[in-house]
C-alpha cells in the first residue's frame, strides 16, 4: 500500500481516522506478539487503550466534518479493512456489529454492556472489547440504569407506594430488578415489561420467578404501536418509559410512540424517553466500524417531538447520566 505522509493527517481528517485505525490494528498486533501465558503485558494494553482513544477522536473528528456519502463509504471501507479481524475476536463488538436479531443494541448486548466485563477469542481480542465497553456510551449505557432505578422509586414514592410502572423496549430489565431490591414493598408495585424478543420476556420472567417477584411480560412489536396498527393495552400508569429505544425512531414514529403512551398515563403520570446525544464522542465509531446507526437528538429535539404529540408541550425536563451524552426527556400528563 502506498505510504501516506503523515504531514497531511492535519489537512484531511479522513487520512487521520485511516491512520488512527492502522495504528489501532498495529497495537494490537504487538500486544499479540508479546502476549505470553494468556495474558497481556501492561505495556502493552496500555498501548493498545491509547491507540483507541485515539482512533476514537479521530473517527468522531472526521464525522464532525459532516462527510457526504462517497467520502462516508471511504471512511467506513479503510476502518473495517484496518479493524475487522481483530472485531470478529471480540465478544460484544461482535456482536453488535453481527446483528443477530436485527439490531446493534439487542437485549444480550445491553446485559453485557451492564455486566461490564469484556470477552472474546484470546487475551487480545478480549482486550479490545473491553476498550469498546469502557467507551463512553459503555459507561453511559450502564449510569443510566442507575438513574432510571432513581425515576422507579420516585414515581414509586409519589403514589404511596403503589405504583404502575411499565418499561418498553425493556431488554433484561436490570433497572427494574435493582429497584425491586431495593423497594420496602415491592409486591405492590405492578411492572409491565414491554419487548419484541420473546428470549428477553422469558429470561425477565424466570429471573422474577427466582425472587419470588411477579412482573406482567407483553410481546410488542413497538413500531407497530408506534403507527397506530397495535396499542399498548395498558390503564393508570405511573411511570412508563424507554431506555434505548427511540434513537432507533425517526421523528414520526417517536411522536406516534409518545402518542400511544399519553392515554395510558393517569392524570400526573410520567413518560421518559432516553436518546442519545450528538456529544457522544464515540459516534463515529458505532457508526463506521459496527454499524449501530443511532438518530442522535439534542434537548431542542426533544421538547420539538413531545410538543408535536398528544403531550402538547415541552418536556417538562431533561435528566442526564453522568456522562451527558444520554438525555432523558420526561413529560407530564
Known amino acids: 500500500m502506498t505510504r501516506i505522509d503523515e ?4 489537512e484531511s481528517p479522513e487520512i487521520a481516522a485511516e491512520l488512527a485505525s492502522r495504528r489501532l490494528a498495529a497495537a494490537l498486533h504487538r500486544a499479540e506478539a508479546e502476549t505470553r501465558g494468556g495474558a497481556v503485558p501492561a505495556a502493552a494494553e496500555r498501548a493498545v487503550r491509547a491507540a483507541f482513544d485515539a482512533w476514537v477522536a479521530a473517527l468522531d473528528a472526521f464525522l464532525a466534518t459532516r462527510p457526504g456519502p ?12 484496518a479493524l475487522l479481524p481483530w472485531l470478529k475476536r471480540t465478544r460484544l463488538a461482535r456482536r453488535a456489529w453481527e446483528k443477530p436479531l436485527g439490531y446493534a443494541g439487542d437485549p444480550v448486548v445491553i446485559a453485557w454492556i451492564y455486566e461490564g466485563r469484556g470477552g472474546g477469542t484470546g487475551p487480545v481480542g478480549t482486550l479490545f472489547d473491553q476498550c469498546f465497553l469502557d467507551a463512553a456510551p459503555g459507561r453511559a449505557v450502564r449510569n443510566r440504569r442507575r438513574l432510571l432505578v432513581e425515576q422507579i422509586r420516585h414515581a414509586v414514592a409519589a403514589s404511596g407506594g403503589h405504583a404502575r410502572i411499565t418499561s418498553l423496549a425493556s431488554g433484561p ?5 435493582d429497584a425491586l431490591a431495593e423497594l420496602e ?8 415489561l414491554v419487548d419484541i424478543d420473546p428470549a428477553a420476556l422469558d429470561r425477565a420472567r424466570d429471573r422474577a420467578r427466582r425472587l419470588g417477584v411477579e412482573v406482567a411480560t407483553r410481546r410488542l412489536n413497538l413500531v407497530e404501536v408506534a403507527r397506530g396498527r397495535e396499542e399498548l393495552g395498558l390503564a393508570d400508569q405511573d411511570l412508563v418509559y424507554s431506555i434505548g429505544l427511540v ?6 414514529l417517536v411522536v406516534g410512540l409518545l ?4 392515554p395510558t398515563l393517569r392524570p400526573g403520570g410520567r413518560a421518559i424517553l432516553g436518546n442519545f446525544h450528538p456529544r457522544n464522542p464515540a459516534r ?6 459496527l454499524d449501530w446507526k443511532l438518530i442522535h437528538r439534542t434537548e431542542a429535539d426533544m421538547d420539538r ?7 402538547g408541550r415541552r418536556c417538562e425536563r431533561i435528566l442526564w447520566e453522568p456522562e451527558r451524552i444520554n438525555l432523558f426527556a420526561c413529560g407530564l400528563r
Request: zero cysteines; glycine letters at 2%.
Open 305 to 311: 417531538l413531545f410538543a408535536a404529540s398528544a403531550f
Open 247 to 252: 434513537d432507533y425512531f425517526a421523528d414520526e
Open 173 to 177: 430489565a436490570a433497572e427494574v430488578f
Open 7 to 10: 504531514d497531511r493527517v492535519y
Open 70 to 81: 462517497e467520502r462516508e463509504a471511504r471512511a467506513r471501507e479503510a476502518v473495517r479493512e
Open 185 to 192: 414493598h415491592p409486591e405492590r408495585v405492578r411492572f409491565t
Open 284 to 289: 463515529g465509531v458505532m457508526d463506521l466500524l
Open 259 to 262: 402518542d400511544a403512551i399519553h
